[in-house]
């Protein structure tokens, strides 16, 4: 039976969402946003389907594309594609092989099979309501890529699962073992962002703030939860809100992943719920020796396995033959190889990914959404263990605070690491792609499904629990948790700037010092925490610099003298945050841009370090007296001071004049996030 779909335009919410014999209702609010009610699942998936395809059908139509390996029938060959908007990129043809292989779409299919059956309901409903849309709108062709026909249940699965692989597909595609046989040398064979493979998964371009509230840490009110997502601003995975309900079942509204049926963090009756991605290393690489006189053979416990070359015919826009690509491939995963990461003769790898065919993401979330209290968010986290990448934070309505990385994570026991990672590339795989590396010469030495919810840590308190993308071990500057196994990451890291500033801000509210009033939290007095703009980095170090650069005025820059004095006024200046009016800001940005470029890190330039034992003491105030370092601050302010100068931008023009995004219209809409 055809579905049914009323459309409400509303500015505010009615209080009655049905309309007849209508079961699924989509009704916008002033701003658009997405409220879907229904009385069932599907029709849930239904109604959430369509409007995304309203909103978003190009995205959308992309995506699909992608997750199927047909880009390059569409945009042409040797098209550079990032895999997501803060990704690897990669060209076309190899993309689509990238997909085809690293993803089976049987696989996918028997897993999803297995899961409830509400999950294969909203999948089937979104189906519905995406080709719904679709098949009653005349619509413009998209600029880049469109549907090459309906929309199925395999395109959403796929999209889900490729999904769970954020932090593994996502990230090692461009250095696995695909080649074009026939091709040309190019320089668009396969790209990279040149700084992002030799990045620990702490500094890559994606995060998030959350921060829970228990009733031990308000002054008045109900707990609070503030989710600060960091998730990119185009693409598939942009932030989309959507409320869905059912009624007596279902009440849950948040932010959801572009083809998601449901949020993926946000709020229902009595619990709110936030993700930070993590550090757990999803991905472990399994060390092969080719064998010399056959090397498509290697060896596992002395038996011979096959190392097998998929080759794929690859559409391409504009010829008439598709284009070979091969894929090297093991039973136990693609193959990876040292030289694509510019190591020449480093090795050969087989690639393991937790997340590969994590099918159980979407049951995870549906779960989480209808918890009542963070102990249900834990239970379900720890049945399900099916978040792919991320830390979760929870807060529910008797003020009880919930923090953990409750997620898919490899299963290798610590004597296996002891006994199995002292490959001959370890150390360098370690250094250049901050993954794991095993003996994969022995089966004993492989990860064996992901690792016991017991030994995953997490912690239920009732003052404040929070994460900015550190490590988990200090969601509270009273608490310190431990690893229970290396794919956590290093342990005893001390804080980055931004968790370190979290946590003094959360401990001096608590105490009442910040100047915002009485001792501890009020929804007004977190707001305000949130709105303040602060750079803690030119907290710590503009003082110092502005002094450095008031001494010497003039830099040498590649021959010749470049005059900073107009950037060291504007840095003295400056109110040291970056609030639309702050001037002198883009200044600082610039110098920190630079100096990343020259290989400086924020502990170098530190006097003083954080330490991981002293989160609140460390770091202070103040500019290293290494000479090389700073040096090295006066020529990045000098690139800075010219940069500015041949843009025709004032060292003291304000921060929204400066930064800001474009709309539809071409008009300059000014924010205040600071530049990752």
Same mark, same amino acid.
């Given at each position: 039976?055809?579905?049914?779909?009323?459309?409400?335009?509303?500015?505010?919410?009615?209080?009655?969402?049905?309309?007849?014999?209508?079961?699924?209702?989509?009704?916008?609010?002033?701003?658009?946003?997405?409220?879907?009610?229904?009385?069932?699942?599907?029709?849930?998936?239904?109604?959430?389907?369509?409007?995304?395809?309203?909103?978003?059908?190009?995205?959308?139509?992309?995506?699909?594309?992608?997750?199927?390996?047909?880009?390059?029938?569409?945009?042409?060959?040797?098209?550079?594609?990032?895999?997501?908007?803060?990704?690897?990129?990669?060209?076309?043809?190899?993309?689509?092989?990238?997909?085809?292989?690293?993803?089976?779409?049987?696989?996918?299919?028997?897993?999803?099979?297995?899961?409830?059956?509400?999950?294969?309901?909203?999948?089937?409903?979104?189906?519905?309501?995406?080709?719904?849309?679709?098949?009653?709108?005349?619509?413009?062709?998209?600029?880049?890529?469109?549907?090459?026909?309906?929309?199925?249940?395999?395109?959403?699965?796929?999209?889900?699962?490729?999904?769970?692989?954020?932090?593994?597909?996502?990230?090692?595609?461009?250095?696995?073992?695909?080649?074009?046989?026939?091709?040309?040398?190019?320089?668009?064979?396969?790209?990279?962002?040149?700084?992002?493979?030799?990045?620990?998964?702490?500094?890559?371009?994606?995060?998030?703030?959350?921060?829970?509230?228990?009733?031990?840490?308000?002054?008045?009110?109900?707990?609070?939860?503030?989710?600060?997502?960091?998730?990119?601003?185009?693409?598939?995975?942009?932030?989309?809100?959507?409320?869905?309900?059912?009624?007596?079942?279902?009440?849950?509204?948040?932010?959801?992943?572009?083809?998601?049926?449901?949020?993926?963090?946000?709020?229902?009756?009595?619990?709110?719920?936030?993700?930070?991605?993590?550090?757990?290393?999803?991905?472990?690489?399994?060390?092969?020796?080719?064998?010399?006189?056959?090397?498509?053979?290697?060896?596992?416990?002395?038996?011979?396995?096959?190392?097998?070359?998929?080759?794929?015919?690859?559409?391409?826009?504009?010829?008439?033959?598709?284009?070979?690509?091969?894929?090297?491939?093991?039973?136990?995963?693609?193959?990876?190889?040292?030289?694509?990461?510019?190591?020449?003769?480093?090795?050969?790898?087989?690639?393991?990914?937790?997340?590969?065919?994590?099918?159980?993401?979407?049951?995870?979330?549906?779960?989480?959404?209808?918890?009542?209290?963070?102990?249900?968010?834990?239970?379900?986290?720890?049945?399900?263990?099916?978040?792919?990448?991320?830390?979760?934070?929870?807060?529910?309505?008797?003020?009880?605070?919930?923090?953990?990385?409750?997620?898919?994570?490899?299963?290798?026991?610590?004597?296996?690491?002891?006994?199995?990672?002292?490959?001959?590339?370890?150390?360098?795989?370690?250094?250049?792609?901050?993954?794991? $590396?095993?003996?994969?010469?022995?089966?004993?030495?492989?990860? @064996?499904?992901?690792? +016991? !919810? *017991? /030994? %995953?840590?997490?912690? #239920?308190?009732?003052?404040?629990?929070?994460?900015?993308?550190?490590?988990?071990?200090?969601?509270?500057?009273?608490?310190?948790?431990?690893?229970?196994?290396?794919?956590?990451?290093?342990?005893?890291?001390?804080?980055?700037?931004?968790?370190?500033?979290?946590?003094?801000?959360?401990?001096?509210?608590?105490?009442?010092?910040?100047?915002?009033?009485?001792?501890?939290? $009020?929804?007004?007095?977190?707001?305000?925490?949130?709105?303040? @703009?602060?750079?803690? +980095? !030119? *907290? /710590? %170090?503009?003082?110092? #610099?502005?002094?450095?650069?008031?001494?010497?005025?003039?830099?040498?820059?590649?021959?010749?003298?470049?005059?900073?004095?107009?950037?060291?006024?504007?840095?003295?200046?400056?109110?040291?945050?970056?609030?639309?009016?702050?001037?002198?800001?883009?200044?600082?940005?610039?110098?920190?841009?630079?100096?990343?470029?020259?290989?400086?890190?924020?502990?170098?330039?530190?006097?003083?370090?954080?330490?991981?034992?002293?989160?609140?003491?460390?770091?202070?105030?103040?500019?290293?007296?290494?000479?090389?370092?700073?040096?090295?601050?006066?020529?990045?302010?000098?690139?800075?001071?010219?940069?500015?100068?041949?843009?025709?931008?004032?060292?003291?023009?304000?921060?929204?004049?400066?930064?800001?995004?474009?709309?539809?219209?071409?008009?300059?809409?000014?924010?205040?996030?600071?530049?990752?």
């Amino acid at each position: 039976m055809k579905r049914l779909l009323a459309l409400i335009y509303t500015a505010t919410m009615t209080t009655n969402l049905f309309a007849g014999t209508t079961d699924t209702v989509v009704e916008r609010t002033g701003h658009g946003l997405v409220h879907v009610t229904a009385d069932t699942y599907k029709g849930i998936g239904y109604g959430v389907g369509y409007a995304y395809a309203e909103d978003n059908r190009c995205l959308l139509a992309y995506r699909i594309a992608q997750v199927n390996g047909r880009l390059a029938e569409q945009v042409g060959a040797d098209k550079i594609e990032k895999i997501l908007a803060e990704s690897h990129s990669m060209s076309s043809q190899r993309m689509d092989a990238l997909f085809r292989t690293y993803y089976d779409t049987k696989a996918i299919r028997e897993g999803f099979n297995k899961e409830p059956k509400a999950v294969r309901d909203l999948a089937e409903g979104y189906v519905e309501g995406a080709n719904h849309y679709l098949d009653t709108h005349k619509l413009a062709a998209c600029e880049r890529v469109n549907f090459t026909g309906k929309v199925t249940v395999d395109d959403i699965y796929r999209l889900w699962v490729a999904a769970a692989g954020l932090a593994g597909a996502e990230f090692v595609g461009p250095f696995l073992a695909i080649t074009e046989p026939n091709a040309a040398k190019t320089k668009t064979s396969a790209v990279t962002q040149n700084s992002f493979a030799a990045a620990t998964v702490a500094e890559r371009p994606i995060g998030s703030n959350a921060l829970a509230i228990g009733r031990e840490g308000l002054a008045e009110g109900g707990p609070l939860h503030l989710y600060n997502p960091h998730f990119p601003w185009g693409g598939i995975q942009r932030t989309y809100i959507v409320h869905a309900r059912i009624p007596g079942e279902l009440d849950v509204m948040g932010p959801m992943l572009g083809g998601f049926p449901l949020p993926v963090s946000g709020f229902n009756q009595t619990m709110a719920w936030g993700l930070t991605f993590s550090n757990t290393q999803r991905l472990t690489l399994m060390e092969i020796k080719p064998q010399a006189k056959d090397p498509t053979h290697y060896l596992v416990d002395g038996k011979m396995h096959k190392i097998t070359t998929k080759t794929l015919a690859i559409k391409v826009k504009g010829e008439a033959k598709p284009r070979k690509v091969n894929v090297q491939m093991t039973k136990e995963g693609p193959v990876l190889l040292a030289s694509t990461l510019g190591i020449p003769d480093g090795g050969t790898f087989i690639v393991t990914d937790v997340n590969r065919n994590n099918t159980r993401l979407v049951s995870q979330w549906l779960d989480v959404a209808k918890a009542k209290d963070v102990q249900q968010v834990k239970a379900s986290l720890d049945a399900i263990r099916g978040v792919p990448w991320s830390y979760t934070t929870a807060v529910d309505a008797k003020g009880d605070i919930l923090f953990g990385e409750i997620s898919a994570v490899p299963n290798i026991p610590a004597d296996v690491y002891q006994n199995c990672g002292n490959t001959s590339s370890a150390a360098n795989m370690q250094a250049m792609f901050d993954a794991i $590396t095993l003996d994969g010469a022995r089966s004993a030495c492989y990860p @064996k499904g992901t690792l +016991a !919810a *017991e /030994l %995953l840590p997490s912690v #239920i308190r009732a003052d404040y629990l929070g994460n900015s993308n550190n490590n988990f071990e200090i969601p509270n500057a009273q608490v310190q948790l431990a690893a229970s196994t290396k794919a956590f990451g290093p342990s005893k890291v001390p804080l980055q700037l931004r968790p370190s500033l979290a946590l003094k801000m959360i401990e001096g509210r608590l105490a009442g010092t910040d100047n915002l009033g009485a001792a501890k939290f $009020t929804a007004k007095s977190l707001k305000q925490l949130f709105d303040d @703009k602060r750079n803690y +980095a !030119a *907290e /710590l %170090l503009a003082a110092d #610099i502005a002094a450095l650069c008031k001494a010497t005025p003039s830099v040498k820059l590649e021959g010749n003298s470049v005059d900073i004095s107009a950037v060291c006024s504007a840095l003295t200046a400056w109110d040291r945050k970056n609030a639309l009016t702050s001037r002198g800001a883009h200044v600082f940005g610039g110098l920190w841009v630079a100096l990343q470029d020259q290989g400086i890190t924020t502990e170098q330039l530190l006097a003083t370090p954080p330490a991981f034992d002293k989160p609140l003491a460390t770091p202070s105030p103040g500019l290293t007296t290494d000479a090389k370092v700073r040096d090295a601050v006066l020529t990045a302010l000098a690139r800075v001071a010219k940069a500015l100068q041949s843009a025709g931008i004032a060292p003291d023009a304000a921060w929204g004049d400066v930064h800001f995004v474009t709309d539809a219209n071409n008009k300059k809409i000014r924010h205040t996030g600071r530049p990752c």
